[in-house]
C-alpha cells in the first residue's frame, strides 16, 4: 500500500497527542493535517478531503458524535473513514459512535504501532484500494463503488452505506462464504458478539430491495452472494 496518496486528518483537543500521531504518521509516509476546533475541522476536512479522520469524542462546540454525523452528511466525504481515537471506553459511547457511522474505534492510551497497524488495516478498505465497479452478469448486478451507486437489471437500488458496503463485500468474491466475524471486522471495524443482531437486520434489508434468493445464508457460519 502506497501510503503517500492517503490524506489523514487529525481532529483532537490534545496537541501533545496531535503532535505524537502526526510525527507517527508523516514517518510511514501520510500526508497529515490537523484541527483542535470542531468547525473549523469541518472545514478542513471540505478542503482537504482526507481519506480517513482520527476523531477525538470530547471536543468544544460540537463533540466528536456530531462532528462525525456532520461529515457524514457531506457527498464530498462519502468515502472518508472515520475511527474514533477517545479516553472514553464506555459500551454506550461506542454504539453511538458507530451509529453516527464510524468505521473503528480505538481507546486511548494505544501503543502507536498498535493505532499505525489499525489505520493502516482501515485503509486498505477504501475504495481507492477496492475494485471500483463490480459486475455479476449472472444475477445482472453492477455495484459502482466510487459512486455509491447499485443497478439490478438496470433498474437502480438505493442502499444506505452500510448496506451499500455489505453487498459490495458480498460481490466482490461471489460464493466465497463471509463469517459474520470477518463481516463485522471489515464492514464496522468490531469484533462480533453473538448477541448482535446488525449483520443479520442489514442481510434482511438489502434481501428486501435485491431479493430473497441471491443472498445465501450459512447456518452458524455467515453469508455468501450466490453467483
Known sequence: MNNT?????????????????KEALNIEGFIV???SESLKAIELALDKRPHLVILE???????????CIELRNKPELIN?????????HEDYSQ???????????????????VLMSRIKALLKR????????????????IIDRERY??????????????????LALLSASPKKVFTRE???????????????????????????KLGEKYIKTIKGVGYSLQA
Open 149 to 166: 451507486l447499485i443497478y439490478k437489471d438496470g433498474k437502480e437500488i438505493i442502499l444506505p452505506r452500510k448496506e451499500f458496503e455489505l
Open 182 to 208: 470477518e463481516i463485522s471486522q471489515l464492514i464496522w471495524g468490531q469484533e462480533f458478539t453473538s448477541k448482535n443482531r446488525t449483520i443479520d437486520v442489514h442481510i434482511l434489508k438489502i434481501r428486501e
Open 95 to 113: 454504539i453511538a459512535a458507530f451509529n453516527a457511522g464510524a468505521d473503528d474505534y480505538i481507546v486511548k492510551p494505544v501503543k502507536m504501532r
Open 57 to 67: 469524542m470530547q471536543m468544544m462546540e460540537l463533540d466528536g458524535i456530531d462532528i
Open 5 to 21: 496518496k492517503f490524506k489523514i486528518l487529525i481532529i483532537d483537543t490534545d496537541f501533545q497527542i496531535i503532535s505524537t500521531i
Open 126 to 141: 477504501h475504495p481507492t484500494n477496492l475494485e471500483k465497479i463490480i459486475i455479476n452478469d449472472s444475477i445482472g448486478l
Open 33 to 35: 493535517f490537523s484541527a
Open 80 to 88: 472518508t473513514l472515520i475511527v474514533f481515537h477517545t479516553e472514553r
